[in-house]
Structures are given as C-alpha cells and as structure tokens.
C-alpha cells in the first residue's frame, strides 16, 4: 500500500504538478515594466512537504478501498460505496492539498490570486474522476485491462484537477520578488522529474509484483489447508452419524470351517462364497442386533509383510474364541458373526478401501466383543517374537483397542493368548492409549512401499473418536464406559492427538503436521450440536457441512484442484492387512 500510496502520491500528483507547472510561462508584459518572461522558482519546503503529504493521504485512501474483503468483488452493496466515497474523497483531497500547496511554493515577483468556483469544480473533478477509477478497480476483475482502465481514470482526475485549478489562478506581476518564509528555493527541471518517477515506479512494479505473488501464493495455500483440515473433521463426524462403508462380516458358520488358504485371498476370495454377510447401513445393523446377532471384532498383529490376515495359529485361536463366546453369551452359532479386518476390508478397490478405514471408528464400535488375538509367533519377516507385548506395540491394533474402548468400555473386550479367552488386563488401555507412540510397518519400512504414512490415514478415524467421546461427554451420558473414555482422553490428550509427527524416509526425517488444529475444530462441531440440541433440532448433516462452503472456495480454487483436495483428505493408502501385488502363499 505504501508503494502504491507512492505511485499515486508522488509519481502521479507531485510529479505531473510540477511537469505541468513547467508549461506555464508568465509573460512580463510591457505595462508591467518588466521585459520578457518572469522567472518561477519553487520554495524547497513546501515542495518536500507536498510531495509527502500526497504520498500519505493516497496511501490511506487506497488502504481503505482495499481493505475489503476480495471475495465481495462483484458484490455492490453499502459498505463499497461507503469504502469508495471514503477513499476518492481522501485521494481528491489529497491532490487538492498537493496542488495548491505547490502553487503555494511558487515564488517570484508575482502575486497568486484564486478564483473560489473554480477552485471548487476542480476538487468535483478531480473526485468524480477518483470515485469512478476506485469503483472500477473494486468491482472489476483483477487484469491488467481493469488496472490500466483505473489508472487512466485516476491520472484524468490528477490532470483535470491541475488544469482546472490552474485557470482558478490568476497571477499579478509584482515589484518584489515575493518569496516565502524559508526562502530556499530551487527550480525544477521536468525532464529529471519525469525520468526519477518513472524508474522509481517500475522498481517499485517489480517488487510489489513479486511480493504481490508470494503473497497470493500464501494466501492460497493457507486457505487450502484450512478447506481440507475442514473436510477432514466433517468428514469424521459424518462417519459417526452413518456408515461410510458397508460393514461386512463372516457368518461363524462359515468362519469355523474357514482355511487360510481362503484368508489369504482376502475379501474378493471370500465375497465369491456368498456367504458374506452386508450391512449396509447403522440401521441394518441395529436390525439385525435387535434379531440376535451377535458380531465379535477380532484384532491381531499381521505378522508377514506380504501376507494377508491372520497366521494359521491365529486364526486357531479366533475359532476358538468364537466357541468361548458363544457358549459364554448362550448364543447359537447361527447368531454369531465375524468382523476380521482382510475379509471385511475390501482391499483391491481402494476407494472403498479408503471408506472403509475412515469408517473404522464405526466398525470398531458395533460388535458386541473384542477379542485382542495374540498366542505367541514369529513374525514371518523380523523373526521377531510376536506376543501380547509386541502387539501393545502396533498402531492398527492400538487404534482398533482405543475405538472400541472409547464407544463399549472394558468389559467386553477379551484377551486371547492362546490358552484361553480371558478379560482384559487393567493396565491395558493406559498402555495402548497413546496410539502414536507405537509401531507401524510403514515407518518401519521408511515409506517406501507405501505413498502415506498410517499416521496421516488414522487422524480422521480418531478425529471421529474424540468427536464422539467429547459430545456424549457434552449430552451427559455418564455410564462408566463414556466416563472412562472421557477421562482417557482428558489425562492423554496431548500424547493421544499430536499436533506433529516425525516422518521417516530413506532421504531422513522431516516433521510434519498431524492433528493441527483439528481437536479444536471438532470441540466447536460439539458446541453448535449442543446447542442445535438446545433449540431441539437433531443433528443434521447440514451442521457440519455448513462450516464450510465449496462454492466459497471454487473462486480462489477450480473444480480441478477441489477434485485433487479430496484425495489429500482420504489418501489411498492401505491397512495393516495390505498386500502387493505379489501376495506370496506362503504361510508359517
Ligand atoms: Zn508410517
């Protein structure tokens, strides 16, 4: 602004004043005594002071036209006139002041006389011609034609001003050589006055154009990760009001005659059985929980780099607990169910894939039990000893422990290390709560296998948890399950949602964003639902989605970049029970 206050200030009222000013000559005459033209010469004061004082008042008018918001562009509305009036008033004062204080300077044996009309339908000029290059420039797009236009107008308004100002001034040739207080005065030469401002104002192009930009460049990207940070957590309370994704699970019929030679081939493989069981909506499953069934989430540690699911001796101890529950609860087989991540995961698609992760919070918090599957192993791949300590150590299994603690509680979440199905230890959650100080094979395998880090992937599904957590907080559901989640979160929140991460790769690590300010856009989620709650209304789509607007965005973003945003918001990644291309058969 004070770059451009200068171009319009100086280069083009000061400037143009005494380039003008070097047009007149005053003719001595013959009746005067006087011989030939009379010399004007400029007082050195009043000549700085003018300069600066153009410079300040155009600088202020510009700040306050362009103080508004650039989204009102075509927007005509009270608060543009009100801007514009503002500013065309300062910027016609401004070249008034600069003119007649630089007529003021003139000093010479003449006396200056003005004559008031015309002083004052310069001023009109000169403001007229400032309002309509300002409105202009407000309303207009941003081009070159539109800043051309606008300069044009607003020098007209500087010309119109001087010209008809100059016919207001009447000059008297005198005897004395009538000179100002200071009296130091200097003669001005219009040509090195034109040549400075010139390349004054293209240095200052170039820079301001430059600044400009970078500046565009922030803009942009700050709001772009403000747009996807809002995706992200509308995203995640979404996917606590309704599925996602289909909730797919194996009927135990099935799973107790299940080969891993059948696991191995994952959903696809299983799906062609038909005996996938798909339910697709929360109702279908509050349905089919009404009539019985009876779903068990078993969560294990993939202990093959390549290999879906479960080994052979998991999957022995999940039929086992199948067994355990069945008779525990008194259900038939006929009523029990399945959720085993590489069934129940579509995996080659990854859309669907990628649903389905984000949905994992909703998955994790509808079946009537967890079972933590963890006999003692090897990892195919480490050689390492896999057991109930290492799998405290996986952050799939962690987010799996962590969501369906958070929305079931304790009490039905069961420990299998091989012998028997027991429950969980009390030590458990406080151990596996802090989610992101634990292992992944992603990190493990510094990301060369996979695009994102599964610490990226996981933050929407924990965004939901803490939604979800913080709102039947806010409702006042005070079972012992939601008080003891509230509490985990309370005594754990900053470990439990870091702001940040330590990305590994094979060129080194780099820090970067993780939770943001995520949590403290979902808390203000859970206020505006309880307030919608205090008016009575239910929580509806429409709350979420109206913090955000597309519509808003497409102006500074196109649809192209929009599409592109998405898939930064759900980056295809893969779970735990990934598999490339070349699944190996190979079990252990
Ligand atoms: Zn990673």
Partial sequence: MVCAGFSVGVSTVWAMHYVGMSALHLDGGQSSGASGEIPVRFELSFTIISAFAAWLIAT????????????????????????????????????????????????GPFHTEYHAGVVFASGLIALVAAGVGLLLLSTMPPVMATRLVSAFLISAAVNGMHYTGMQAASYTVAEDDISMIFSITISMNETIIGILVLVADLALYAVCDSYGMQMRQEYEMAA??????????????????ELGAAMNCIPATSFMSLEIDCIRERHEGYRKSGHLMILDTLEDVWEAKAAGMFIIFFSYECLAYKQAGPNKLQLRVMKASVQQLASLHGKRMEDMFVWLDCISIPQRNKAMQTASINSIYSFASLPDAMVIVCPESIH???????????????LWCRVEHLAYCCSRGTSSMYLHCGDVLGPLPDDWMKSVCCVFEAHSTCCRLKHTTTMTC??????????????????????????????????????????????????????????????????????LLV??????????????????????????????????????????????????????????????
Wanted: hydrophobic letters at 35%; a negative charge; aromatic letters at 6%.
């Fill in 527 to 588: 206020d505006e639902s309880m307030r919608e709650r205090g008016k009575g209304n239910a929580f509806q789509k429409a709350d979420v989605t109206k913090h955000f607007s597309v519509s808003e965005h497409v102006g500074i973003f196109g649809e192209h970049e929009l599409s592109c945003m998405h898939e930064d918001v759900v980056p295809p990644s893969m779970t735990r029970c990934q598999s490339s291309a070349a699944l190996s058969t190979q079990d252990i």
């Fill in 380 to 394: 195919l791949d480490t050689q390492q000893k896999a057991d109930q300590d290492s799998i405290r150590d996986r």
């Fill in 224 to 241: 772009r990760k403000d747009l996807t940070l809002q995706r992200i957590v509308t995203a995640a309370v979404m996917s606590t009001k």
């Fill in 60 to 107: 202020v008018g510009l700040h306050i036209v362009n103080g508004r918001d650039v989204s009102k562009r075509s927007l005509i509305d009270r608060e543009l006139w009100i801007r514009v009036a503002a500013a065309a008033s300062l910027i016609a004062s401004g070249v008034m002041i600069m003119h007649y204080m630089g007529m003021i300077s003139q000093t």
């Fill in 454 to 523: 599964d610490r990226k992937v996981i933050v929407q599904p924990l965004v939901a948890l803490y939604f979800d957590v913080l709102l039947r907080n806010a409702r006042g559901d005070h079972d012992e399950k939601d008080v003891y989640a509230y509490t985990l979160i309370k005594e754990n929140k900053e470990k439990m949602f870091p702001r940040t991460y330590t990305h590994e790769s094979e060129e080194g690590t780099s820090e970067r964003d993780l939770f943001g300010d995520l949590l403290e856009r979902a808390e």
